[in-house]
């Protein structure tokens, strides 16, 4: 009888040194670069010992297949490194929605070999799931939740540089959940913190990944009550109520801020 060959299915391979990811260079009928996940059914580089082949499950039922490098791969004819966030610019939506939940199980990966209870080596029992041996201890990939607000007053909306920001955009006020409190009181709170204003009409808006390295960003709109804004001066350098015609630099469309500003545009 003859012998069956079995096919390997070609798979998306996401490949990370620290945030920056491999893509592979393709070129149009007209000569021009366009960049794209390598897909194939071996990798395009070959692991190096100690960091495994993660297959990482996606939200839409695909599978993909990610791991780590200890030295990031040369720039050639057909291959370059981009990081993460600026990798927006270049592959689809899909493709970085995919390449930061890969980013967030290799950052988990390297970031709990150890039990942070006993100690001792953990081992891999799931995709996202590692056991300690010793204790029993699980360990999970960890969500840092943080907020983002649009604040409105009047025909205007409150924007704000904060020092971390490079170059001069600005952005919303924003900053992470705290224990025992709701979405809804972080957002009061930061606010009030980080401006000395007070909201009301606090609403939500959407949510967005954000694996730098593990976040998730839950975006609201709310409407100033009261106060005069009072900056807290190691967080933000400038804040101000701006209307749509004098807008300073904003966000880039990545960011769950953009979306917000833009909605509030079209339907200011």
């Known amino acids: 009888m003859e012998k069956k060959t ?4 070609n798979r998306q391979w996401f490949i990370f040194f620290k945030d920056q990811l491999l893509l592979k260079k393709e070129y149009t009928e007209q000569g021009r670069i366009k960049y794209v996940i390598p897909t194939d059914t071996e990798p395009p580089i070959k692991p190096e010992t100690g960091h495994p082949i993660h297959e990482v499950l996606l939200a839409n039922g695909e599978q993909i297949c990610a791991f780590s490098l200890n030295h990031s791969a040369e720039e050639s004819e057909t291959q370059i490194m981009i990081g993460l966030r600026a990798s927006y610019e270049y592959i ?46 699980e360990i999970y990939p960890p969500i840092s939740t943080a907020i983002i607000v649009l604040i409105r007053k009047g025909e205007d909306i409150l924007l704000v540089h904060a020092r971390n ?8 006020v924003a900053g992470f959940l705290e224990a025992g409190e709701t979405l809804e009181e972080c957002v009061a709170r930061e606010v009030m913190e980080e401006t000395g204003l007070k909201v009301k009409n606090i609403r939500y808006f959407s949510s967005q990944p954000w694996p730098y390295p593990s976040g998730l960003m839950v975006g609201f709109i709310a409407d100033y009550e009261s106060g005069e804004i009072k900056l807290q001066e190691d967080e933000l350098t400038s804040a101000a109520f701006y209307h749509k015609d004098n807008l300073p630099e904003i966000p880039q469309k990545l960011s769950i801020a953009r979306k917000l500003i833009d909605w509030w545009l079209e339907n200011n």
Request: one cysteine or more.
């Open 165 to 172: 920001f490079r170059g001069t955009f600005h952005g919303l």
């Open 6 to 9: 079995t096919i390997k299915p």
């Open 92 to 137: 689809s939506i899909n493709e970085y929605r995919a390449a930061g939940k890969a980013y967030q199980i290799l950052y988990w990966d390297e970031h709990s070999r150890f039990c942070p209870v006993c100690g001792t080596p953990t081992t891999q029992q799931a995709p996202i799931m590692k056991k300690c041996p010793q204790c029993g201890n």
